[in-house]
Structures are given as C-alpha cells and as structure tokens.
C-alpha cells in the first residue's frame, strides 16, 4: 500500500514503502538525514498527546475504493481537540494567523497586506525559534549550506511563501499555500495536507471525511493518515497528512527535505521507522532551486 502526499514546493510523502517527500544536496548522506530527522522527532515538545487530541478513523478502504467520492463514515475524523492547550502555544497561534490568508482557488493572484505579510515573519520567526528550528539550522550550517541565521531565515521566506503559477500565469500559489491551506485545481482539491487546517475546515461544517486508505505504523502522535474528503464540493482522493505534530515539526522535516534533496526522493526515520518525502521543484517559481540542485555548499 501506497499514501501519497504532495507538498506544495511540491513535496510528496511516503512511510515503510509508503511515501511522503525529497530534494537534491549531495552533501548531505541519507544517514545524516535520518539521524536529524530523529533527533527533530524527538524534540517535539509541542505535539499534541494522545488526552489532547483524539481522532476517529473509521472505515478504511482498499486503494482501489479511494475514487467512489462515497461518505463512508458517518462521524468526524476528529472526535476532540484541547484547543485551549494546543493553540495558546506560539507556533499553533502563529500558524492559525496566516492559513486564512489565501485563496483557495488556483488562477486567482493572491494579494497580501501589510499585515499577512507580518504574519508569514511571526511564524518563520516563531518556529525557527524552537529547539527544532534550532537543531535543523545547526546541522545545515554544519553542512555549509548557510552562513548565518539571517541568510537560513531569509531562504526559508522564498521557499515557502514565495509566488509562483499553477494556473493561467498568475501568481497565485506557494509552497505554504499548497501544502499547509491547501488548493483546489482543475475541480479538484490539491495540496492540503496540514492536519490542523483540517480540522479547522471540520469542524466549522466546509469539510466532510469519507474515510481513509492508510493509517501509519506510529502507536503517539505524530502519526500519518491517507483520506478521503470533500471540501465545500471538490474532492480529495487521497489526502496524506501528518497528524498530530506540531507546526515546527512539520515545516522543520519538509524543509530539510526539500533543502537536502531537492525534487529526489527523501528518506526519514521517526522512532524508528521510516518516512519518506518526495518533493518537486517548480519552474515558475520565483525561489532559485539552482541553489541547491548545482551547488549544495553554496
């Protein structure tokens, strides 16, 4: 069985044979990336705990069934959330501020104020201020990727919320976009795979889960689930997301994958199992993947 999970610089993810995410950086061997992606995994302070979130999968079907665009469970994927808890926290606070700030359907140029755009620097600063954001740039400047802060920070601003075009040559995308708000393309729901915005969606009656094809091998969270959905009318087959971690973590992993192996598969280790991240480069993107792809010590 295969879950898929496209993130939006793009990325797709993988786990035991299961995909998820990947990038270029010859520099960096696929041991190093197992064993910071350990070390990521296990700082993970801010993920939510098995009292402060439940979920309910419900029915799993076949990957031959994903296609019926059929409501197969009857109750909401996610049964409980200490919002209370979880939110409060920066990153989750931060996070929450910038997922309503796009338009969901590609083709339309996105436009931000002042304030959006304030937004995406509070979450790049809170994140990369954990121990995760902390570890991840540690070990890149190690590698001579970067040499400073400033110059890691500024790089992850273009890579994530930097425009490009998925439709009709309008700046209407980002990697943040895709992979956190999600999208809907060509009649379909693209991108998505944030598990907070999921239940944000949920819960206020615009997303409606059919079931699930993939429930990964993680007995805590953070754990990985492929859906099926509807969201207000468009469909998505398969919707692979981590569940329950926290936002660095998340942005922390894809980050790392796609700075290390740009548009290649990735391979992670998380408590001792695997997770792979597929990532794809853009053409029309205004961030230059040439900085990893030629020159990984640049």
């Known amino acids: 069985m295969k879950v898929i999970l496209i993130l939006g610089l793009c990325m797709t993810l993988f786990c035991q044979g299961y995909s998820v995410g990947g990038g270029g950086g010859s520099a960096i ?10 070390t990521l995994y296990a700082l993970d302070s801010n993920k939510a705990s098995a009292s402060e979130l439940i979920i309910d999968p419900q029915v799993l079907v076949p990957d031959s069934q994903t296609n019926l665009q059929t409501d197969l469970s009857p109750r909401r994927l996610f049964r409980y959330l200490d919002e209370e808890a979880l939110f409060s926290r920066p990153t989750y606070a931060a996070l929450l501020a910038v997922l309503d700030n796009y338009h969901r359907m590609t083709g339309q140029a996105e436009d931000f104020s002042p304030q959006q755009l304030a937004e995406q620097d509070i979450f790049l600063k809170e994140t990369m201020c954990t121990e995760l954001g902390k570890e991840l740039f540690a070990f890149l400047y190690t590698k001579g990727i970067y040499a400073s802060k400033e110059e890691f920070i500024q790089d992850l601003k273009m890579m994530w ?9 309008k700046m209407d995308s980002s990697g943040f976009e895709h992979t956190f708000a ?3 393309k060509g009649g379909k729901v693209s991108g998505f795979h944030n598990w ?24 805590t969270y953070p754990d990985v689930l492929g859906m099926q959905f509807m969201w207000d009318g ?4 398969v919707g692979s997301a981590v569940i329950g971690s ?9 980050s790392l994958c796609y700075i290390a192996r740009p548009g290649k598969l990735c391979r ?3 408590g001792g199992k695997e997770l792979s991240v597929q990532t794809y480069t853009w053409d029309n993107s205004f961030y230059d993947n040439s ?8």
Not at 29 to 38: L, N
Not at 234 to 237: A, E, L, S
Not at 247 to 253: G, I, L, N
């Open 161 to 169: 919320f930097g425009l490009y075009s998925r439709n009709n040559n």
């Open 29 to 38: 061997t696929d041991a190093e990336i197992k064993a910071v992606s350990e």
């Open 246 to 254: 926290s936002p660095e973590f998340d942005f922390s992993v894809y």
């Open 182 to 184: 999600g999208e809907v």
């Open 268 to 270: 992670l280790s998380l």
């Open 196 to 219: 907070i915005q999921f239940y944000l969606l949920e819960k206020r009656g615009h997303l409606n889960y059919y079931s699930h094809s993939f429930n990964g091998p993680w007995t």
């Open 234 to 237: 468009y469909f998505k087959q």
């Open 291 to 298: 900085l990893y792809t030629l020159n990984p010590l640049k």
